[in-house]
């Protein structure tokens, strides 16, 4: 499966955005997904994730009950909808799939796309 994430931008202190992931291939439906971030530096950190029909959400600590996972496996998205962004939000942001449970590690995930830009400005 290709993915690519979407919907980045400059965005200041409290405002929204919503990121995209679209995937190509089949059996989408099939497999968890999740979002993680990476700042120049630093590991790349599982931010949220969702099961495979879609039951089943995960968060870092960090952005619960900011940020909130969805996906549409008719239309083979996912999507992340980021509320009360802070600078420390300030990240490349990729999403990743893979089989069976959602994982916190990245290393985890066979299929992954490239990153959008996220930057919140205080």
């Known amino acids: 499966v290709q993915l690519q994430a979407s919907g980045g931008g400059l965005v200041q202190a409290g405002g929204s955005l919503r990121l995209s992931c679209a995937a190509s291939g089949r059996s989408f439906s099939t497999y968890a997904l999740a979002w993680f971030r990476q700042t120049p530096g630093r590991e790349r950190e599982f931010v949220a994730g969702i099961a495979s029909r879609g039951g089943r959400t995960y968060f870092v600590e960090s952005v619960q009950g900011r940020f909130d996972i969805s996906r549409d496996n008719a239309q083979n998205m996912m999507y992340l909808q980021m509320n009360s962004l802070n600078p420390g939000d300030t990240a490349v942001y990729y999403c990743?799939?893979?089989?069976?449970?959602?994982?916190?590690?990245?290393?985890?995930?066979?299929?992954g796309g490239q990153g959008t830009q996220v930057t919140v400005s205080s």
């Open positions: 990743a799939a893979k089989d069976g449970l959602v994982g916190s590690f990245w290393s985890s995930y066979p299929y």
